[in-house]
């Protein structure tokens, strides 16, 4: 089975995943530009009873244009994000792909809100657009 190891830049903060992730997907929201310093926010979800945390972490809890909410968790000593509850899936936790720093980390298959992508960003061709 597969294991993955995440966490945060300074590693007080991580995240343990057994198994596969039920979706992987990129977010072109300005939210996520702004929260992750780039044109987009790219994020695995998986069972919650696959991941092991340790750490410390603080929360931001942020409302999106939908109006659900996601509780992000990051590293009070770095500030890096290593998981994300969404309200209405508490079955689930989201990891940024990054936290996993593995290049071979499959690509997504959903790509969202991308009528905010910016023009020179190419999703797989392959994945869900949704705009």
Request: charged content about 20%; overall charge negative; aromatic content about 10%.
């Given at each position: 089975m597969t294991q993955?190891?995440?966490?945060?830049?300074?590693?007080?903060?991580?995240?343990?995943?057994?198994?596969?992730?039920?979706?992987?997907?990129?977010?072109?929201?300005?939210?996520?530009?702004?929260?992750?310093?780039?044109?987009?926010?790219q994020q695995?979800?998986?069972?919650?009873?696959?991941?092991?945390?340790?750490?410390?972490s603080r929360e931001y809890l942020r409302v999106g244009d939908e109006g659900s909410s996601i509780r992000f968790h990051f590293c009070p000593q770095c500030g890096a994000t290593v998981y994300?509850?969404?309200?209405?899936?508490?079955?689930?936790?989201?990891?940024?792909?990054?936290?996993?720093?593995?290049?071979s980390f499959p690509a997504p298959w959903v790509s969202v809100y991308e009528d905010r992508k910016h023009a020179w960003v190419t999703p797989p061709a392959d994945a869900e657009h949704i705009p």
């Amino acid at each position: 089975m597969t294991q993955r190891f995440a966490s945060c830049s300074c590693g007080q903060l991580t995240a343990m995943v057994v198994g596969e992730p039920v979706r992987i997907s990129i977010c072109h929201c300005l939210a996520c530009q702004r929260r992750t310093g780039s044109v987009f926010g790219q994020q695995a979800r998986f069972h919650r009873a696959d991941v092991s945390l340790a750490g410390e972490s603080r929360e931001y809890l942020r409302v999106g244009d939908e109006g659900s909410s996601i509780r992000f968790h990051f590293c009070p000593q770095c500030g890096a994000t290593v998981y994300y509850e969404l309200e209405g899936l508490a079955d689930f936790l989201a990891i940024p792909v990054g936290a996993f720093a593995d290049p071979s980390f499959p690509a997504p298959w959903v790509s969202v809100y991308e009528d905010r992508k910016h023009a020179w960003v190419t999703p797989p061709a392959d994945a869900e657009h949704i705009p």
